[in-house]
Structure formats: structure tokens, C-alpha cells
Nanobody, 124 residues
Framework: QVQLVESGGGLVQAGGSLRLSCAAS????????MGWFRQAPEKEREVVAV????????YYADAVKGRFTISRDNAKKTGYLQMSSLKPEDTAVYYC?????????????????WGQGTQVTVSS
């Protein structure tokens, strides 16, 4: 089990950039896949991006492909989500999560550890 804490959210104008960080505690972080999810007001939580334990395999939701980049630094036990060309529809609470599965998964149920979330607001 790992504990996760997100940071880096905030208010940004459309077209701007933000980088979210996810700091993990626990010795097994490097063996976990990591994902970023988001939940907009009155909408269900959705997957944004996922990265496997080594960083060699990634997945992106169609809505963020080409604009967001997921990465991780296992030595620092930290994951990142670089968000560029932000749009108002990217406004949401962003959560990082960790999954012990070897195969990359986008299912929330496969992620057993979650952070508390960080608010990202994109103004038009």
C-alpha cells in the first residue's frame, strides 16, 4: 500500500499550463502503476492518463492526448502530470492513484490507493 499526496493545482487561463505532482510514501511505489483521474462538477470521475511501474508504457484519454504528459521519478517516489494548452473543460478535481497490477489498467477498481485530490480551474 502507498499513500499519495497531490499538489500543483490552481487557477490558470485557457491555453496555459500546470504541472501536477503526486508524492508517494511506502517502499513499494516503484512497483505500482500510477494513474491520474479527474472529476468535474456533476460528472463521473474519469481516467486521464496512466503510466506503468517503469514509465515505459503510458495511456492517455482521447480528450488529453497531445496536451498532457504523464511521467514518474521512482527515485523521488513522485509522479507528474504536465498539462498544456488547457481548456475550460479540463476544470476538475484531479486525483492520482496507484495500482499494484503489472498490466496497465484504466479501471478505477484496479487502483487501491488514492490521493485527496487537487483542484484545477481553467478560465476562459
Amino acid at each position: 500500500q502507498v499513500q499519495l499526496v497531490e499538489s500543483g493545482g490552481g487557477l490558470v487561463q485557457a491555453g496555459g499550463s500546470l504541472r501536477l505532482s503526486c508524492a508517494a510514501s511506502g517502499r513499494t511505489f516503484r512497483s505500482y502503476a500510477m494513474g491520474w483521474f479527474r472529476q468535474a462538477p456533476e460528472k463521473e470521475r474519469e481516467v486521464v492518463a496512466v503510466i506503468n511501474w517503469s514509465g515505459g508504457i503510458t495511456y492517455y484519454a482521447d480528450a488529453v492526448k497531445g496536451r498532457f504528459t504523464i511521467s514518474r521519478d521512482n527515485a523521488k517516489k513522485t509522479g507528474y502530470l504536465q498539462m498544456s494548452s488547457l481548456k475550460p473543460e479540463d476544470t476538475a478535481v484531479y486525483y492520482c492513484a496507484a495500482s499494484p497490477l503489472t498490466d496497465l489498467s484504466t479501471r478505477e477498481a484496479d487502483f487501491g490507493s488514492w490521493g485527496q485530490g487537487t483542484q484545477v480551474t481553467v478560465s476562459s
